[in-house]
């Protein structure tokens, strides 16, 4: 077994930290001590988000990339390394994604994706690796997704993005254990749904609004998460109880959950109400810049703490809780009833979240 990473003092690289969970975890690293680089597009989005960190009172570099160039990838742990000589964690986090029927997703849109999530995730590794070789030490924590399990219907090109991120930590992780390297460490981290702007970036081609579907879990949460992960590696780490039930139950029953996961998308992932225009989102060009905030506006910290009562109400008054993104399987899966009171509970945790217009 390896040694578990200090953190204060550290050097942590972050991609995707302008926004969403990226920015949420530089802030949690920065407040737990560590160094951090901050690596996104949006250089004017990462200034603001170093200024925050330093508040904390460690060091934040910035460095403007796109992932799918390699070479701008390399540079960026190479100043890392320059700035604070050694490179201590790497978090792949800068994703895009596109909603539509396959049949009707444009192809360069497609492959924009994969180039994105796959490739540069890719170059992220070889670049954190490079360094953690030579070091002997390192920890690279892949933020990967529960569709990475349970692909979803209209996102095909993004939950092949994070299947294909799955199976690179675990290529990653045997070809270390094969090096006998165990203080290098491969992390996978499977959030559920997020209350960032990610749905509002994204590309669409369904013709309906993206919402974000329940169960919605805070980018704070993730944060938290990446940074345990960092102080004591694990192969893989559900985000939520939702996303741990989400993978147990998938391996037992696939075809009922993966249709539960399509009528859940149907119903509660694409607004039956708002229509959307066809449009590429981020896949090209950065976001705006209103959209470089942590919190997207669907009520993720305020739905959590709720949650966190019902569950903890229900348990009280003796109810079998089943966790709501597995409601619909519950009868297959739950080893006893849930009475009434359960039942509940777990009608409100599932309700469809409402986006607070002017809350990001």
Known sequence: MGTSPKIRGSAVVITGASSGIGRATALRFAAAGANVVLAARREEALREVASECRRHGVRALVVPVD?????????????????????????????????????????EDFRRVLDVNIMGYVHGTRAALKHFRRQDHGVLINISSIVGEVAQPFTAAYSLSK???????????????????????????????????????????????????PPVYSPQRVADTVLKAAKKPRHEIPVGPGAKQMVMQHRATPAAVENFMAAQVDKKHLSRQEPARANSGNLYRSAPRELATIQGGWGGRKRQAGRRVLIGTALTAGAVVVVPVTVGVGKALAAAAVPRTGKTVLSRLGSTPKRKTGSR
């Open 163 to 213: 299947a294909g991120i799955n199976a690179l930590s675990v290529s990653i992780r045997s070809e270390l254990a094969l090096e006998k390297r165990d203080d290098v460490h491969v992390v996978s981290v499977l959030p559920a749904t997020v209350d960032t702007p990610f749905f509002s970036e994204a590309a669409n081609y369904t013709g309906r609004k993206i919402l974000a579907m």
């Open 67 to 107: 992932v799918t160039e390699a070479e701008s990838v390399e540079r960026v742990a190479d100043r890392a390394v320059e700035t604070f000589g050694r490179l201590d964690v790497w978090i792949n986090n800068a994703a895009v994604t596109v909603f539509g029927p396959l049949s009707q997703t444009p192809l």
